[in-house]
């Protein structure tokens, strides 16, 4: 295991994913461990045209929320790999976490650069955006078993280290869960027999810095 560096946010990580209990696509994350569906590509189990009748689909979907759930393709052209423009430059924003407040400078910079208020308050700054781990979000393409068909998931940006000296990265340290609904086809007495059933989607919702497990 990786050991944390001394100069570095006290950050814990908890891992904030309950069991899933219905099998769904992996979203864009290495802490996720969703099990990938295996859908049976006969176009038999796709819903038909009569199918998607958007007033029922809501109102068996209950909340619709249009940040994260779209039915149409999102327009991003011009952005790579579905990145959303929105959330592709993000800045930690409020107040200086405490546990970023709490780091002695003055025992690392020795007595000769004793850190007054205003390089302190400089020396906080950096090391937040430093150690700041924005989410970034991905429009992925459930297919025609899902609606709505188009989710907004996050994922870790993880181009460096986030922490100093480097041995930190920014990891998953929440997720919410989105319904969507997923068509389901099973053999009963009489032939097949489908239906729109409620499932759970996780999202990561919050990204911090912390040491590998």
Known sequence: STSCPSLS?????????????F????????????VE???DPDPLFDPKERDFNETELRGA???????YLSVFPPNLEGYANNEDPQDVQQKPSGMVPKEIRA???????GKKLKANKKLKRRLQQWLWAYSFCPI????????????P?????????????CSVPEGMQCRPANSAHLTV????????????????IPVQYPIITDCKCSCGS
């Open 9 to 21: 946010l006290s950050l814990s990580f908890r891992t904030a994913f309950s069991p899933h209990y």
């Open 23 to 34: 099998l769904l696509r992996p979203i864009p994350s290495d802490s996720l461990p969703l």
């Open 37 to 39: 569906l295996k859908e």
């Open 61 to 67: 979907l209950g909340e619709f929320d249009a940040r």
């Open 103 to 109: 780091v002695d400078f003055d025992a690392h910079l």
């Open 136 to 147: 970034v979000y991905t429009w992925t393409d459930l297919g025609t078993r899902f609606w």
């Open 149 to 161: 068909r188009y989710v907004r998931a996050g994922s870790c940006l993880n181009k460096r280290s």
């Open 181 to 196: 609904l997923r068509w389901r086809c099973v053999h009963r007495k009489g032939g097949l027999k489908c239906a729109w």
